[in-house]
């Protein structure tokens, strides 16, 4: 079950299932420690994705711009600590598309709504764009716009589910990216919402 979507970026459909009630389960007690925020863009914008993070680095936004910081932007705490199981899971799946040695310092946990969603965008506040980024999808469907290296090429629209990872890397970890408005059915388990887990190597 893997999908590829890039010469470097590939899907493995549902790899993430058997962990999904363990992963709800981190999720929740990471978010008890390390409260969901509705970042402003440096832009002044407010974003609809709600964010929060695990592990040494977290990201954050502000009027001062993009970036990783250790402690949470309102309660000035050290972010908890990616899960061992999430780690895992993220060096397995990356090696199954290719990518050994990944080692992620950082975990994004956006959720989303259906008033929610993201607008093409690159990352590029990692310090190392050889590191893959790992992605896991919980909850409602969403529909992903893989686009190219520029932002007005024309993306792709690629359905994610409740269980899906992505893995990006090399050529393919610059791309435009973004995620439409939830427009599906609820889910079962979590209702009209998807949370994604982003795994990246930020330092
Ligand atoms: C593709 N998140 O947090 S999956 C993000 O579902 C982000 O929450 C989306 O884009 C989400 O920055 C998309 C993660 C993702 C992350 C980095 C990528 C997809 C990527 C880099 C290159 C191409
Ligand atoms: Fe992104």
């Given at each position: 079950l893997q999908l590829r979507l890039g010469p470097q970026a590939m899907v493995l459909r549902q790899r993430a299932l058997p962990y999904a009630q363990q992963l709800f389960e981190g999720i929740q007690s990471a978010l008890l420690q390390a409260p969901l925020c509705q970042l402003q863009t440096p832009g002044g914008h407010r974003m609809s994705v709600r964010t929060s993070s695990c592990g040494p680095q977290g990201w954050v936004s502000d009027e001062r711009g993009y970036r990783y910081a250790t402690?949470?932007?309102?309660?000035n705490k050290p972010w908890p600590s990616i899960p061992v199981a999430w780690q895992t899971l993220a060096i397995d799946a990356a090696s199954e598309a290719g990518f050994n040695g990944f080692m992620p310092d950082s975990c994004l946990i956006n959720q989303y709504t259906p008033e929610s969603k993201m607008s093409l965008h690159q990352?590029?506040?990692?310090?190392?764009?050889t590191q893959p980024i790992v992605s896991i999808s919980l909850g409602m469907s969403a529909v992903f716009l893989w686009g190219g290296m520029q932002r007005s090429d024309r993306p792709s629209q690629v359905l994610l589910h409740h269980g899906d990872i992505v893995v990006w890397g090399g050529t393919d970890r610059l791309r435009f990216h973004g995620i439409k408005h939830l427009t599906g059915a609820p889910h079962s388990?979590?209702?009209a919402m998807r949370y994604n887990l982003t795994l990246r190597r930020a330092r």
């Open positions: 402690a949470h932007p309102d309660t990352d590029r506040n990692e310090s190392d764009f388990e979590c209702g």
